[in-house]
T-cell receptor, first 113, second 114 residues
Framework: DGGITQSPKYLFRKEGQNVTLSCEQNLNHDAMYWYRQDPGQGLRLIYYSQIVNDFQKGDIAEGYSVSREKKESFPLTVTSAQKNPTAFYLC????????????FGDGTRLSIL | AQKITQTQPGMFVQEKEAVTLDCTYDTSDPSYGLFWYKQPSSGEMIFLIYQGSYDQQNATEGRYSLNFQKARKSANLVISASQLGDSAMYFCAMREGGNNDMRFGAGTRLTVKP
């Protein structure tokens, strides 16, 4: 079945450690996105990518990094510079048109040890 | 600047009744799309319904319909015949024609009472 796979489902980070969240899609979508969601809040855009080897910062990119080496994959690294990383992270993908919805993965919950 | 506004943090509805969730938006782009998503407690985001800025008719998908008032810049979601499984967070989102990102509102938590 086509879809978006995020892994791991739960992740724990130690102080000063970088962690990478995986996002893979087999929908043949050009665009991919990363969002952060804090408890009881909406989604805030971290980074997005419209094509391979290109990505743009969203509203809260500081302390995060991404890469887009393959169309299917858009990993997110939460660096040690992100001082408050505890949140729910959602990856999404879509076709590049205003009338196309984003399709989401099941999310990764990141916590600090 | 906040582009999507959902003014109802929480809503309650009796089972089998209809409920309207409010959403207003702000854009100067004549081409845009409006989306509604449902997020159950498990966390996944489920796409419900889409309305395009040039669509002449309000969108409908099963029990979901969108009350689109372009001049007022509002795109309210109407859920008819509410079910207990409709209890969730609901997010309104907008995608402008000139951009490839999508902006979300703060969400409304809907609780359906038996």
């Amino acid at each position: 079945d086509g879809g978006i796979t995020q892994s791991p489902k739960y992740l724990f980070r130690k102080e000063g450690q970088n962690v990478t969240l995986s996002c893979e899609q087999n929908l043949n979508h050009d665009a991919m996105y990363w969002y952060r969601q804090d408890p009881g809040q909406g989604l805030r855009l971290i980074y997005y990518s419209q094509i391979v080897n290109d990505f743009q910062k969203g509203d809260i990119a500081e302390g995060y990094s991404v890469s887009r080496e393959k169309k299917e994959s858009f990993p997110l690294t939460v660096t040690s510079a992100q001082k408050n990383p505890t949140a729910f992270y959602l990856c999404a993908s879509s076709m590049r048109a205003a009338n196309q919805p984003q399709h989401f993965g099941d999310g990764t919950r990141l916590s600090i040890l | 600047a906040q582009k999507i506004t959902q003014t109802q943090p929480g809503m309650f509805v009796q089972e089998k009744e209809a409920v309207t969730l409010d959403c207003t938006y702000d854009t100067s782009d004549p081409s845009y799309g409006l989306f509604w998503y449902k997020q159950p407690s498990s966390g996944e985001m489920i796409f419900l319904i889409y309305q395009g800025s040039y669509d002449q008719q309000n969108a409908t998908e099963g029990r979901y319909s969108l009350n689109f008032q372009k001049a007022r810049k509002s795109a309210n979601l109407v859920i008819s015949a509410s079910q207990l499984g409709d209890s969730a967070m609901y997010f309104c989102a907008m995608r402008e024609g000139g951009n490839n990102d999508m902006r979300f509102g703060a969400g409304t938590r809907l609780t359906v009472k038996p």
